[in-house]
């Protein structure tokens, strides 16, 4: 029925029934009473009793439709909120790189993101309202996913574990997993949640540093092996025994080239199977079908060779029988040589197909130089013993001196040489007996040449000098020669002998001295000391030519906070690859040089104008915009840059240089990640930013710090549940110096230790005192900056002084802005897990601005979030910023972590928090940072409108 019909017809009822009353009421009563007055006091109540009854009767049903309609509006409101809530969460978890997935109380799918159907080509459809044995996956992954899903639903607590998986194309990928319960309003939990990640990569990228690692092992065994042994079959069976025990080979063996039908024969072996070289031939004949396995072919092509899929390949059909028998999926064969010649070639053989990359493939190679420079080495110890046998008449001075010693006749013709003569020229006393003496040498010298030698010889006996020779390679190398000659009785000439000494190694040591005086050890670029002498020259060049100059003064943005995080050998690294950038951004005639740190000085010769140094700035900047792999890591820093140029803004080697710096300075001030030209005013400035450091040094003695507070209020009743201590300089002359001014120059100076010190100390003091005002005792929040995680007993630092005080943990909270995350570093890790054991909780301030991740949210003790203003700012006009926030308050809840919203200045702002449940705010609405007076005052007389 309709509500109108429906609506008159209950009316017609009730008037129907109140007369029906009336009529028989009254009949009843002029029955019964015959006194007028008694009847119409009856009649009066029978109507009052009326009237009651229905009265009670329609508040009833009033109140019963009433309660209905606030039923059906908290019911919508739950399911807005509800739906909202579960938008955020997928439109976070559809941009995850892990795979999301939430299950219900029986385990059924209810949400996947998307990386589950790039994973397993499924359609995210096909998951929802199924179990995963209803997917028809096998029993043991159902098993390995059902336990810790029923431990985390019947105990409450996350669940973590590892598991295997193929991926949509048969690929087996291994995977870490972690279950975290999801709870209702009532404390009951409603779902789960699954986040896994695919550690295959991380995984292989272990195993092969495993693999490299035992290789250079055993690189390193074979080299002192060649050192330690001088027989030969001694040596090879040592180095097939290397290969396998250290390098993790399933067999190795040596193999040299027998006979003129050029067949292998195994000189020495090792390893499981070494049966199999018994079943088998090899050739080194590529006419052979035996000869054009990885062995045969290593040998004629004199080129290292390589079946990563051994048993599929068809050129290795001569073996798969035996191959496959032990195992054998991979085969390399690299060359050995002896005397400049191939003689037979190193076999290794590996379990896994693909085994040979280019890693070890190089690694190999390398032991197989090794195994060739053995063989050399043997032959010429063997040679070196024959010519010992050779100069036993000749004098110990001959026989035993390090020095080249060659005899030639009075034609000039060599008669004899020593060792010493071969070791260093290559030549064997075959090669150069007969020949004339001053072929060895090289005529470059107008003073020094042969046929001048012997002209001094023949006047005055003797000569020294230096002069160069060849070697017998063709290598001209230098060396210091003393000549005498020999007379007869008659006075004349019989012989000429010359005493020589290389000074290949002394030069090169000079070379490595002189480099390592001008060039920088991390990055290999020009140190200062060279860059300033080549921009001395660099300006004599311009003044000639009428050209410009531009000196460009880079440093990188907030280098500090990643050798602060990760460590210097991750910095150095950072630095390594950021110089090649450099140098490819510039040309061959330009100069990029290291300052120290994370400056870097570049000179560009030869500009038409200053917008050539502009392009080039660009260049720079765009360089560095990608990535960088560092280790595994991908890190980004940017460049700030300053130029000045000859000789537009200064013709003084060390002012342009210092104008560059200041330019460099402006461009950081203005926001970093750019560059700027040198102007009058920007020195000014630099000389200011000198000066700020300076005065920073004395100012906690001086008493200049002071520590101001902002409260925090709770949203649910507005009443101030904890502080934050925040850090302000009033400076003699400036007066109140931002802390955007002073706070990174402490950082990069480091001087933030001893503020930080301060800080702490002068909180605990303040805290003391307020208590003994009996003002209430709150929490307050101190921040650290990642150079103080770095140090160590930081931990121990604070309890002592807590202690000192008198104050319990409970007393500090402690703020730690995101980038101290980056890359997991150890020390951070170690620091933050300290402050943890002494009670002290932890907050993530800034969050959502820096390298915003859920993993560290797991791994790190976090107890809050800070989200940042940047977000609260814009959150009445900005949809991005709103659903960035409602998303953050949402992943933290699920996780039981705390959210204060920072900078909240509006009633809409505080509108919006407060219907998205955000627990705590702080900002100008409530309290701008106070001095310590006034937020007493504050703290014992709280303005009342904040609980509304």
């Not at 994973?119 to 043991?140: D, H, K, Q, V, W």
């Not at 150069?432 to 012997?454: F, H, N, T």
């Not at 409970?810 to 802005?817: D, N, P, R, V």
């Not at 996780?895 to 702002?909: C, D, H, I, S």
Request: glycine content about 8%.
């Amino acid at each position: 029925m309709k509500p109108a019909p429906k609506a008159l017809f209950i009316a017609l009822v009730y008037a129907g029934l109140g007369a029906l009353w009336v009529v028989a009421s009254d009949r009843a009563l002029e029955m019964r009473v015959d006194d007028p007055a008694m009847f119409h006091v009856l009649q009066t109540a029978k109507g009052l009793f009326f009237i009651g009854v229905t009265g009670l009767a329609l508040y009833l049903l009033v109140w019963r439709i009433l309660r209905f309609r606030v039923e059906l509006a908290d019911r919508a409101l739950a399911e807005a909120a509800l739906q909202e809530r579960k938008e955020s969460f997928e439109a976070l978890a559809e941009h995850a790189p892990d795979i999301i997935v939430r299950f219900d109380r029986e385990l059924r799918h209810v949400y996947v993101n998307s990386r589950l159907e790039e994973l397993t080509g499924m359609p995210r459809e096909e998951f929802i309202g199924r179990t995963n044995a209803e997917l028809g996956y096998g029993s043991e992954v159902v098993e390995i996913w059902n336990q810790p899903l029923r431990q985390a639903l019947e105990g409450g607590e996350s669940q973590s574990f590892a598991f295997e998986f193929p991926d949509r194309h048969g690929t087996l990928r291994v995977f870490e997993a972690r279950v975290v319960p999801e709870f209702g309003a009532g404390g009951r939990i409603e779902s789960l949640l699954s986040m896994v990640r695919d550690m295959t990569d991380l995984r292989r990228s272990e195993e092969r540093v495993i693999q490299l690692t035992k290789l250079y092992a055993a690189l390193s065994a074979a080299n002192q092996a060649i050192i330690r042994t001088t027989d030969r079959a001694a040596l090879f069976k040592e180095l097939c025994d290397i290969a396998v025990s250290y390098g993790g080979l399933k067999m190795a063996w040596i193999g040299l080239v027998e006979g003129s039908e050029w067949w292998v024969e195994p000189a020495a072996w090792a390893g499981v199977g070494a049966e199999y070289l018994e079943q088998v031939r090899v050739s080194a004949d590529p006419e052979r079908p035996e000869g054009r396995g990885p062995v045969g072919r290593s040998i004629a092509t004199e080129r290292s060779c390589v079946f990563n899929d051994f048993l599929h390949d068809p050129d290795a059909r001569p073996w798969h029988k035996a191959a496959g028998r032990y195992g054998f999926r991979a085969v390399a064969g690299f060359p050995l040589h002896e005397g400049g010649r191939v003689v037979g070639a190193l076999a290794v053989y590996a379990r896994e197909a693909d085994y040979f990359t280019g890693d070890i493939v190089g690694l190999m190679e390398e032991l197989a130089r090794d195994i060739s420079f053995a063989l050399d080495y043997l032959q010429r110890e063997e040679d070196r013993r024959r010519l010992e046998e050779d100069l036993q008449l000749n004098s110990k001075v001959f026989e035993h001196s390090g020095e080249s010693i060659v005899i030639a006749d009075a034609e000039d013709r060599i008669v004899k040489v020593n060792r010493a003569f071969t070791e260093i020229t290559g030549y064997r006393p075959e090669d150069v007996l007969g020949s004339e003496w001053g072929a060895l040498r090289v005529a470059d010298r107008g003073d020094a040449g042969p046929d001048r030698i012997k002209e001094w010889l023949r006047e005055h006996g003797e000569w020294h000098g230096e002069v160069w020779s060849r070697r017998k390679n063709s290598e001209v190398y230098p060396e210091w020669l003393s000549m005498n000659v020999v007379r007869d009785a008659g006075g004349a000439i019989t012989h000429y002998i010359s005493v020589a000494f290389d000074l290949t190694e002394r030069r090169e040591q000079e070379e490595h001295i002189r480099y390592l005086a001008q060039h920088d050890l991390t990055t290999g670029l020009p140190n200062r000391a060279l860059v300033a002498d080549r921009l001395e020259q660099g300006m004599a060049r311009m003044q000639q030519r009428g050209a410009r100059l531009a000196v460009l003064f880079l440093d990188l943005d907030r280098f500090k906070v990643v050798n602060d995080s990760l460590g210097h050998r991750v910095g150095d690294r950072l630095l390594q690859q950021v110089a090649v950038r450099l140098v490819n951004a510039v040309r061959e005639t330009d100069t990029v040089s290291r300052q120290g740190g994370d400056e870097f000085l570049i000179l560009l010769p030869d500009l038409e104008d200053a917008d050539d140094a502009a392009q080039v700035a660009r260049n720079m900047v765009a360089a560095l915009a990608k990535p960088f792999d560092v280790e595994g890591q991908q890190l980004v820093v940017t460049p700030s840059i300053g130029i000045s140029i000859y000789p537009d803004d200064e013709t003084d080697r060390d002012a342009l240089i210092r104008y560059a710096e200041a330019a460099m300075y402006g461009a950081k001030s203005e926001g970093r990640n750019r560059y700027r030209f040198f102007t009058a005013d920007m020195n000014e400035r630099a000389r200011e930013r000198f000066d700020l450091e300076t005065s920073l040094r004395g100012a906690v003695e001086n008493g200049e710090l002071e520590v101001w507070y902002q409260p925090q209020v709770e949203l649910a009743g507005g009443a101030i549940v904890g502080l934050e201590a925040l850090l302000r300089w009033r400076h003699p002359q400036r007066g109140l110096v931002s802390p955007g001014e002073f706070i990174p120059v402490a950082e990069e100076s480091r001087m933030i230790l001893p503020i930080g010190e301060w800080v702490v100390d002068e909180v605990c003091r303040q805290q003391v005192a307020w208590r003994r005002e009996e003002l209430p005792d709150l929490p307050v929040a101190v921040n650290l900056s990642a150079v103080q995680l770095q140090q160590k007993g930081l931990d121990r630092f604070i309890t002592g002084r807590l202690r000192a005080h008198g104050l319990d943990p409970s007393a500090l909270q402690f703020e730690i802005t995101e980038s101290v995350f980056l890359g997991d570093a150890d020390p951070v890790r170690a620091a933050l897990e300290g402050l943890e054991r002494e009670g002290l909780a932890l907050a993530v301030d800034d969050f959502g601005t820096g390298y915003s991740n859920l993993g560290y949210l797991k791994r790190m003790p976090v107890a809050k979030l800070k989200i940042d203003q940047s977000f609260i700012r814009d959150l009445e006009s900005d949809p991005d910023d709103a659903a960035i926030t409602r998303a953050i308050i949402s992943i933290a809840h699920n996780m039981r972590l705390k959210v204060v919203a920072e900078g909240v200045e509006t009633p809409g702002q505080l509108s919006f928090l407060r219907r998205h449940g955000c627990d705590e705010l702080q900002g100008f609405l409530f309290s701008p940072p106070l001095p310590a007076d006034e937020c007493r005052a504050l703290l014992s007389d709280p303005p009342q409108e904040w609980a509304r």
